[in-house]
């Protein structure tokens, strides 16, 4: 199977930080995405890791280890706007995309 | 990036008819897919729309229930066929646009109500 794990729900205050964690199966890894789906909306890209570290992008950043199937996407100086489903998405080599279960996100103030 | 739209945006149907999903994008692209996210849960792949020959289906999802049509590089419809109330859900045509990462970007989603 491919698996895809995620927290399912976390909250948080504002301006603080958050760290949401994925784990996969690694056999046939290709690629490791981060979506943002606001409630009624669709995913939005966030990121992407292919290699083995972090990937800053402004108040987002994603890791990634290959070798123990593990990603995290860490938000920083939270906003109320960051409350949202957060989707953890694996590419296989079988060009597959498969979805976790997405972790809710409540910010609070 | 692609605009990608949907039509219709939402619906309410009733049980045993069958509702045709379109998706338009502004740019030829190779691949299309078809998603649903029922209430709650994340996306699951129903298929994968090949333009020029037959929808490849996830396990669990066959043509008769969701046929496919994929006549050119930037058009989809999916149908939802012989409706129940376990079709109520989103349904999300996305395209990758073969660059580099290859990363799906999703239409706004049609939300169906099934009664």
């Known amino acids: 199977g491919q698996n895809i794990d995620q927290p399912t729900e976390m909250t948080a205050t504002e301006g603080a930080i958050v760290q949401i964690n994925c784990t996969y199966q690694t056999s046939g890894f290709n690629g490791l995405f981060w979506y943002q789906q606001h409630a009624g909306e669709a995913p939005t890209f966030l990121s992407y890791n292919v290699l083995d570290g972090l990937e800053e992008k402004g108040r987002f950043s994603s890791f990634l280890s290959r070798s123990k199937g593990y990603s995290y996407l860490l938000l920083k100086e939270l906003q109320m706007k960051d409350s949202a489903s957060y989707l953890c998405?694996?590419?296989?080599?079988?060009?597959?995309?498969?979805f976790g279960a997405g972790t809710r996100l409540t910010v609070k103030p | 990036s692609a605009v990608i739209s949907q039509k219709p945006s939402r619906d309410i149907c009733q049980r045993g008819t069958s509702l045709t999903i379109q998706c338009q994008v502004d740019s030829q692209v190779t691949m299309m897919f078809w998603y649903r996210q029922q209430p709650g849960q994340s996306l699951t792949l129903i298929a994968t729309?090949?333009?020029?020959?037959?929808?490849?289906?996830e396990s669990g999802f066959v043509i008769d229930k969701f046929p496919i049509s994929r006549p050119n590089l930037t058009f989809s419809t999916l149908t939802v066929s012989n409706m129940s109330p376990e079709d109520s859900s989103i349904y999300l045509c996305?395209?990758?646009?073969?660059?580099?990462?290859?990363?799906?970007?999703f239409g706004p989603g049609t939300r169906l109500t099934v009664l």
């Open positions: 996305s395209v990758d646009l073969a660059a580099s990462p290859d990363t799906q970007y």
């Open positions: 729309a090949n333009q020029g020959s037959e929808a490849t289906y």
């Open positions: 998405a694996v590419t296989y080599n079988n060009n597959d995309m498969r």
